[in-house]
């Protein structure tokens, strides 16, 4: 086996492919507080038209939607992949020929996401495709709750990371997503990703390489939204592509909380949006009014302005 992939193998066998550090043997079949185990399991597979205009393109994006997730927040909306582990259990050679149909179907790229808890698992199959004739561009698509250690591994393999950016209040990562230090593993990742392949590149509106920051707008501000606008313009780059998203809902167990039992509204949306141009960001991708009120596909426009 290839010495990079043998590292992040080595990482499984005392876990700590993620911050939580759980020091389980996932090679031994034991598992963690994610209850990932050996093999990767995978939920569904598909050309994904959904996200923001520079990943899905005219042809979709190749998403691989893996099961389970290191994080756990309160509000998911997909609650049976990732924490109820509704998935199949594959090998490294069936993830190999998922990427390469995806290709052939014309994909963009291949969207790993939530790949953090199967950085092994997958470089394995990266390893076994590219030999094959994989060429897309690579996306770690992830909560951003990341060890550097293990991100280290991928640098030079992923080409484009699509970061979330949840919270700089750990006292809501704590109450929703059971991650109390959040907001400074996320920066330092954030950092790290960002060294690897810097701001967001594209040709002909697709993009190539780069990092791609998420971030959703919880209601009465939970998420923290100032500090992580002016942490991505003054310590990353006011270039950084990040987007803001207005699908909350109260989802999964949101319902026991009342303060997020609810959609934001178009003024919170209005205001998130500000503070990312006050802090000088100048890229990005903000939601339709609309999809505030509808559950629907979302909408996009490449400005941060408000018009
Ligand atoms: S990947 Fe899972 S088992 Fe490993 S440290 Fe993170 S939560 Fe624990």
Redesign the pocket.
Known sequence: MIDYIKKAYK??ES??????????D?LKG???????GKLPMVSSFHAHFGEEPPISGRNGSGTIFFT?C?LRCVFCQNNPISQLGQGKETSAEELAVMMLRLQTEGCHNINFVTP??YIPQMLEAIFIARDKGLKVPLVYNCGGYE?VEALEILDGIIDIYMPDMKYSDNTSAKKYSNAPDYFEVNKIAAKEMYRQVGGLKMYRGIANKGILIRHLVLPEDLAGSQKIFEFIANELSPDTYVNIMAQYYPCHSANKFPEIDRRITAREYIEAIKLAEKAGLKNGFRQVMSTIKRKRIPEWTDNLKIS
């Open positions: 990482l499984m876990c700590r492919l993620c911050p939580r550090k759980c020091g389980v996932r034991q598992t963690g507080f994610c209850k990932a389970h290191s953090t808890h060890s």
